[in-house]
């Protein structure tokens, strides 16, 4: 059974730090790309970021530019999102997804989301 399972989630103050997590399980993590994406109250779920360990490629999209990087640890089957300088448009529920390769056109496997606050 394919299970992701994001979690670091919180409140923070603006500018502030956080680090998500995606831990996997039930697909052969090296074969798989995983991606983090969002979604605000009242707004269409965007893509956040995406890293392939097919090919080792990552690619950041405008929300995570500058500011987020997404890393993997392949022992642990997990990868991680760590978001510095946090804006209160940041606000939203984090979700990781995995498919064999990044798509902005959707990803085949979903877990629950993680919720990320931002204080102004």
């Known amino acids: 059974e394919v299970q992701l399972q994001a979690s670091g989630g919180g409140l923070v103050q603006a500018g502030g730090s956080l680090r998500l997590s995606c831990v996997t399980s039930?697909?052969?993590?090296?074969?798989?790309?995983i991606s983090w994406s969002r979604q605000a109250p009242g707004k269409e779920r965007e893509g956040v970021s995406c890293?392939?360990?097919?090919?080792?490629?990552?690619y950041d999209l405008d929300p995570a530019k500058g500011r987020f990087t997404i890393s993997s640890d392949i022992a642990k089957n997990t990868v991680y999102l760590e978001m510095n300088s946090l804006k209160p448009e940041d606000t939203a529920v984090y979700y990781c997804?995995?498919?064999?390769?990044?798509?902005?056109?959707?990803?085949?496997?979903w877990g629950k989301g993680t919720l990320v606050t931002v204080s102004s």
């Open positions: 039930g697909f052969p993590f090296n074969d798989y790309s």
């Open positions: 997804a995995a498919d064999f390769w990044c798509s902005t056109d959707g990803m085949k496997y």
């Open positions: 890293i392939s360990h097919r090919d080792g490629k990552k």
